[in-house]
């Protein structure tokens, strides 16, 4: 495991709750309600074969097991392939690094790349995880990649009042680089222009690729209400506009996430 990697799972591992992101703030609870409905509204029936690609501490695979789906869950993070393994209900898991997985080719009707995309700096590493994904899922299958959008960090910034000069700074950064630096809070991170995740399906072999936001455009105002006396009708008029809106070119990009989808070619 290279340097990367290895402060990647020590983060996981020593200073961050993956197991609890998706429960606290409205922006989590945002992007969760809205990939769960994304991906009911995406996958194939229940039944379908998924591979959970980085699928964390296994909140999405649990939810798509319940579902119906036969769903395998890969991780880099040993700490979270225990999770997953032990969770209610269990989720098959294994660590493996996304860009060399250790399934055959297209045993998967569909594989969902939730989180790795994130964690690669260097594009040819984000191809090659693409890609990855690309050869386990069967002809005219889907893969669905998230990535986090530009914008999101000093959107979040600016909603909860923490946009002091040193991080406007690093605002200003990122609109060349799109590279997180680690000081301000988080891991390893790159952060993706809409036409830069659509590229890189495309150039990993994928067709019909539409992206989508995933919070939608008034998340920034449901982190702003949060424990207000309007935070549960902000919270509902976001939620509906991050529908209205999923696929709105002007918009996309305003979401903290955006969820790529693109179809393996049939060969």
Same mark, same amino acid.
């Given at each position: 495991m290279d340097q990367h990697s290895s402060d990647i799972v020590d983060y996981y591992t020593q200073r961050y709750r993956e197991d609890q992101r998706l429960t606290g703030r409205p922006q989590a609870r945002l992007e969760w309600t809205r990939t769960m409905q994304l991906l009911r509204d995406l996958l194939p029936g229940a039944g379908a074969r998924v591979l959970d690609i980085g699928g964390g501490t296994g909140e999405y695979a649990r939810a798509l097991v319940v579902a119906g789906y036969e769903v395998r869950l890969v991780d880099l993070v040993p700490n979270h392939v225990a999770q997953a393994r032990d969770g209610h209900p269990p989720v098959e898991s294994q660590v &493996?690094? $996304?860009r060399a997985l250790p399934d055959a080719d297209g045993g998967y009707d569909a594989a969902l790349l939730l989180g790795p995309l994130y964690h690669l700096i260097r594009r040819d590493d984000r191809l090659q995880a693409l890609r990855e994904a690309v050869r386990v899922t069967r002809p005219g299958g889907l893969v669905v990649a998230a990535v986090i959008s530009r914008f999101a960090g000093p959107l979040d910034f600016a909603a909860?009042? %923490? !946009?002091?000069? %040193? !991080? @406007?700074? =690093? &605002? %200003? $950064? !990122? !609109?060349?680089?799109?590279?997180?630096?680690p000081r301000i809070g988080f891991t390893h991170a790159y952060f993706h222009r809409v036409e830069e995740i659509t590229? =890189?399906? +495309? $150039? $990993?072999? @994928?067709?019909? +690729? +539409? +992206?989508h936001g995933v919070e939608g455009p008034a998340w920034t105002a449901a982190e702003a209400a949060a424990n207000g006396p309007a935070q549960d009708a902000v919270f509902a008029a976001a939620l509906d506009l991050a529908r209205l809106y999923s696929s709105e070119p002007a918009l996309i990009s305003s979401s903290a996430h955006l969820l790529a989808v693109g179809r393996v070619p049939t060969r």
């Open positions: &493996a690094d $996304a909860t009042g %923490r !946009l002091d000069e %040193r !991080l @406007l700074d =690093e &605002a %200003r $950064a !990122l !609109l060349s680089d799109g590279v997180n630096d590229d =890189e399906c +495309v $150039a $990993a072999g @994928l067709t019909d +690729v +539409v +992206v």
